[in-house]
């Protein structure tokens, strides 16, 4: 099974940075793309960046031109840089990889970020 390990949630204040790390059991180059994603309690998941194995990347209104998504393939990670934190950037975030059908599949345990106002 696909293992992903998100790190580098934490507490910061509004206009704060945080980076956040996504570590796969196997080389990342094995799907077409790679996201994060987050939920706020009582909120339903939705998508915040994806980059595809081209390095081609969307993101979500709400972040764009603050966060940026990167990949380091010979490390197997994929990054989430977050800039200018707001506190409705406040959930849990989650790294995942797609199945074979490009319908995201594997989810790691997630790390919290909390941006206090």
């Known amino acids: 099974q696909v293992q992903l390990v998100e790190s580098g949630g934490g507490l910061v204040q509004a206009g704060g940075s945080l980076r956040l790390s996504c570590a796969a059991s196997?080389?990342?180059?094995?799907?077409?793309?790679m996201g994060w994603y987050r939920q706020a309690p009582g909120k339903e998941r939705e998508l915040v960046a994806r980059?595809?194995?081209?390095?081609?990347?969307k993101f979500a209104d709400s972040v764009k031109g603050r966060f940026t998504i990167s990949r380091d393939n010979a490390k197997n990670t994929v990054y989430l840089q977050m800039n200018n934190l707001k506190p409705e950037d406040t959930a849990v975030y989650y790294c995942?990889?797609?199945?074979?059908?490009?319908?995201?599949?594997?989810w790691g345990q997630g790390t919290q970020v909390t941006v206090s106002s």
């Open positions: 995942n990889a797609p199945d074979i059908f490009s319908a995201p599949r594997y």
């Open positions: 980059i595809t194995s081209s390095g081609s990347t």
């Open positions: 196997l080389s990342i180059i094995s799907f077409t793309f």
